[in-house]
């Protein structure tokens, strides 16, 4: 089994800890409440520069970063595969059990942290990749896209209203989560969690396609070995993250100003989610790539190391600066103030993950999710040898 295979590799680390920053910065805007606003509410609230701001960071972060994250999730068990054949392992079972301690993780994460979790979700929709790692990457290249294909398709045969972003205007949130007792919280997290998607048959019809053909397609990406030959493939993928971001913001556009005029061709432009996150992926993957930014790579790959610790912790971050048992800044700050925190949030979340590696192999959530799935404690320690997954 080729080396490079067999160490960590940064520059996936990298593009994960980017992806885990778009994460973040859509969460706050939910976590902090403006999403619970509805579109009368925010126009009324927010000035001239942060209604912009929402507005731009609707076309170009909304739903597209988890997209994106879907992408590298089918991409992350692509490595687990290659890794556990290199040690003749049978990797199945024990990727279910690595997939059922993630849906626990993520009830805890929907309960006690973000109700709007997005790894309960992985974990079911996850249950398609070892039976689809047995596929060649064509195969894979061609049932990908035939699922996401098959997302807008359901909703123009089925008849379905078109999609509309969850939550959707659910103001007693605000209320609810400026509560200084924690159990009020909790209490809200578990009513949101069951009542939030209602009327939203449409958007989870969408992101069910979607984001299997994601995981699969980062699942090829994976087995052709893609990653391995980013530098000779440069050219191609600085080329094609531009024309997919084009197209991508073109359909974008072309929904937001006119998609209810078109009919059944409406339900295509939601196409644009998933086309403009593969084009944000092949651009960092490129910028990221090549000796001169070494540095950068170097910078961001520890938090890319514990995305799921990051993913977690910004959520208790974002809880403790704007619930009611915090500092209770829940519906007072603008766009802008709120994009602010999100990037002082990964600065943190990034300064600690340098602090960590320095003495142990794995992310705190990671090790408890390793230990889990393998139904022993892991070493954490650091011990002179490099942790992979």
Known sequence: MPKTLQERNTLIDAVRASVLAAV??????TIS??????????ADMLGPVDRAAWNFLTVFFESKALAAFSFMFGLSFSLIVQKAQGRDDAPTLQFLRRLLVL??????????????????????LGLILPFAAKLSSRALLMLALTLILAGPTALALGGFDPPVPVPKGHIDSITAFASPY???????????VFSATEGADSMLVLRFFVLSGLFLLGLAAG?????????????????????LLAIGITLNLMLAFGGAEAGGMAAMLHLNSPIMALGYLA??????????????????APLGRMSLTGYLMSAVLGQLLFYGWGFQLIGQLGTLAVLLVATGIFALLLAFAHIWFRHFLYGPWEWLWRSLTRMQAQPLLMSGQAAVR
Request: charged share 15%; net charge positive.
């Open 24 to 29: 973040i910065i859509v969460n706050m805007l």
């Open 33 to 42: 409440g403006l999403a619970y606003l509805t579109v009368d509410m925010r």
């Open 103 to 124: 849906a626990a993780i993520g009830l805890f994460n929907a309960v006690f942290l973000f109700w709007a979790d997005i790894l309960m979700a992985y974990a079911a």
């Open 182 to 192: 924690f159990f009020d919280t909790i209490s809200q997290n578990w009513h949101m």
């Open 223 to 243: 087995k052709s070995g893609l990653i391995l030959r980013l530098a000779e493939n440069r050219g191609l993928l600085l080329r094609s993250g531009t024309a």
């Open 283 to 300: 651009l960092i993957a490129v910028a990221l790539e090549g000796a001169r930014v070494r540095w950068l790579r170097g910078l961001l």
